[in-house]
């Protein structure tokens, strides 16, 4: 079964574009290096919570939007040697490439596939 990494983050909503073309760079590398497909959804449907919600979760301020992300990847050992080979790309230097949000309120994981249709 795949393996997924799943990501949450608020992102302002004026740098949509912004984020997009990022994101869009990004999903090349995680490709190029095993990923099987990578999706990148922009908040739509995102209703606030009290308890717990997707925006209460990354402290979404009135001017973000919540994104929800994921990368599928064929199992963990993929994963694993694709996300070391990712972190080496100059994708990922923050001061030539600095992502368009706060990644101090980036939530993410990794996931093993327990039932998949």
Known sequence: MSYIDGFLCAVPTNKRE???AHASKAAKVFKKFGAERVVEAWGDDVPDGT???FPLAVKCKPDETVVFSWITWPS???????MA????DPIC???ANPMP???K??????FRTIVEC
Not at 76 to 82: I, S
Not at 85 to 88: D, S
Not at 105 to 110: K, Q
């Open 18 to 20: 912004e984020y997009q």
């Open 51 to 53: 308890l717990t919600s």
């Open 76 to 82: 963990k050992e993929v994963r694993d040697a694709g």
């Open 85 to 88: 080979e990712v972190f080496k």
């Open 93 to 95: 230097d923050q001061e």
């Open 101 to 103: 949000f706060d990644g």
């Open 105 to 110: 309120r980036l939530i993410y994981g990794g």
